[in-house]
């Protein structure tokens, strides 16, 4: 520990963000945290705070930074409605297991625990959807708590983690000193040799091996090492929506993600395998169905760095408790090299025929944009059009594809877009957007406006909650309660309008086409509305709870 100073509560929670070395702070004031913002605006730092319209929508693009960055995105909010109103986002980053830090001020001690003026417990409302949460009581503490934050929220499985700080513990003082931060990787399992070993055997024998790869994959960084893996071993390779991207999906080997919605040949491969490898994924239930049919006549071997994953949805012939990025490596030393053609051939033979590329419809529209910005990192809200993105975008590389996973919040995507762009603001970000989705969130164009943030949105806007409407359609008898948006309809050109940002209305792909054009070389943000009708579907489609192979169709 060096330079040894005496500095106050809201000083030191900025140079221990300094200590970690965070750009973005995704931030909104409020009482409890007025002596926090003042110390920013006082000291002397590298730090820039960005200012959303709404705590939610903060915590998304905090989340959105981190998935691109690979860094820990960092939030702060006031203490009541301010807290709560990130809980959304702290229960996404939980699900989707995305490392966040996330300051929430507190009413001071003293008035904790009598309903006092903007007053909640934060930690017990915090405690199911965090991987931990802290209190400080007791300004020494403060910053030890930080740095541990931090590693908690880095090493592992990441996750969330929330520090609530009273406003007493900002005014109080206390010495202070410089410290490293913490090195990672240090504390994570080590792959066990005989699992390896039993693991490599099972796929050694193997005539019809698929690997499922999750979301894990990309947070391990050891998406090189999986096609490696999957090349060696001639696997194909089957992917979880949080997946996407850690395999380059025109490789012959990628079929894209699996489940509810997955293609005809995905989920045809995974169920008819004989040796399924699970690599950083949890068996979530809009990836199996059926659990008895999915496991039907086949070994499964799980490498996860989490235990808790082990038997909580599926069992498993081998468990391999380690970080990808270690036990990929041993595996590949041992697995025979291979190929299975007459397995490859057969999953050939599964694909559904496609759709005119004249006809003006979702697949389509995605494929134009995908055309023109191979390169984007592509966000979406939730709904149809994300499976659509999921289903259709030639994904290159790791982290490409920002989407809401395990929580499917609608109105993730516009925060998200922002942190995507601070953390990249030398590449192309895509926000795919549905106007169901979008019309929770509009607000933080006032974000994007005011920092110039040169995010495409392209909104689908078809009027109604397209994928509630579609079981609807499917399983309620065409019983559209509360799907249709059209009565009183936002006119979303006049609404970008509003917020000065340049805007294109589409309906046909010629439009599309010539818009793409002129805004390609923007450095502005764009909204671009592509009206599509509401009967398009997301196609292939299984019923929840039956067979990923009892698909329907259009």
């Known amino acids: 520990m060096i330079n040894k100073q005496i500095l106050r509560g809201s000083e030191i929670v900025v140079r221990c963000l300094q200590e970690q070395g965070v750009e973005y702070v995704f931030s909104y004031p409020g009482g409890s945290v007025i002596p926090l913002f003042d110390a920013f605006y006082r000291m002397d730092h590298a730090i820039t705070q960005i200012e959303p319209c709404h705590e939610q929508n903060g915590i998304h693009a905090a989340e959105g930074y981190a998935r ?8 702060i909010t006031t203490s009541g409605p301010g807290a709560t109103n990130a809980v959304t986002g702290i229960a996404n980053a939980h699900l989707d297991s995305t490392p966040l830090v996330v300051f929430t001020g507190q009413v001071t001690q003293q008035l904790l625990g009598k309903d006092s003026f903007q007053e909640v417990d934060v930690t017990s409302i915090t405690l199911p959807i965090t991987k931990h949460n802290f209190i400080i009581k007791d300004i020494t503490m403060l910053a030890p708590t930080i740095r541990e934050a931090f590693r908690i929220a880095q090493s592992g499985r990441p996750g969330p983690v929330v520090v609530d700080i009273p406003k007493d513990i900002f005014l109080a003082q206390t010495e202070y000193g410089e410290e490293k931060p913490y090195a990672l990787g240090t504390s994570n399992p080590r792959p066990q040799r005989d699992a390896v070993t039993r693991a490599a055997e099972y796929i050694n024998m193997a005539k019809r091996p698929v690997i499922y790869a999750g979301g894990g994959v990309l947070k391990s960084g050891a998406s090189k090492m999986l096609v490696e893996f999957a090349e060696k071993a001639g696997i194909p390779v089957a992917n979880s929506l949080m997946g996407l991207g850690c395999i380059p999906r025109d490789n012959p080997l990628s079929l894209g993600f699996v489940g509810m919605h997955g293609s005809q040949e995905c989920n045809l491969a995974v169920i008819n395998c004989d040796t399924l490898i699970a690599i950083g994924a949890r068996f979530s239930d809009r990836v199996t169905g059926n659990i008895n049919a999915f496991m039907r006549d086949k070994k499964i071997i799980q490498i996860d760095v989490d235990p ?31 190929t299975h053609p007459e397995w ?34 592509v966000v979406t ?32 995507g516009l925060g998200a877009a922002i942190g995507v762009q601070l953390a990249k603001p030398e590449k192309d970000v895509l926000l795919v957007a549905g106007d ?4 929770m969130n509009f607000q933080e164009l006032t974000t994007v406006k005011r920092y110039n943030l040169p995010i495409k949105i392209i909104l689908f806007d078809n009027g109604t909650l397209g994928m509630v409407r579609q079981w609807q359609k499917l399983f309620n008898d065409r019983r559209y309660a509360q799907t249709d948006l059209n009565e009183g309809a936002v006119d979303y050109l006049k609404l970008a309008d509003a917020f000065h940002i340049r805007h294109y209305n589409v309906e046909n792909l010629n439009d599309l086409d010539q818009t793409l054009s002129e805004i390609k070389n923007l450095k502005e943000p764009v909204l671009v509305r592509c009206a599509i009708s509401n009967e398009e579907g997301v196609y292939p489609m299984v019923p929840a709870g039956k ?6 169709y259009e």
Not at 68 to 73: L, Q
Not at 383 to 410: A, D
Request: aromatic share 12%.
């Open 436 to 439: 169901g989705s979008f019309r």
């Open 308 to 338: 808790t994953e082990f038997e909580k949805n599926i069992e498993a012939n081998v468990h391999i408790c380690a970080d990808i990025l270690d036990a990929l490596p041993m595996l590949n030393k041992i697995v025979k090299p291979a």
């Open 344 to 377: 490859i051939a057969k999953i050939k033979e599964w694909p559904l025929p496609e759709r005119s590329k004249d006809e003006y419809c979702p697949k389509n529209i995605l494929t134009h944009l995908n055309n023109t910005y191979k390169d984007a990192y």
């Open 381 to 412: 809200e939730v709904g149809q059009h994300q499976m659509w993105v999921g289903q259709y975008w030639r994904f290159k590389f790791p982290g490409q594809y920002v989407t809401s996973g395990g929580l499917g919040t609608m109105g993730f």
């Open 68 to 75: 691109v960055s690979g860094k820990v995105g960092v939030g």
């Open 547 to 552: 067979p990923i192979d009892e698909i329907y």
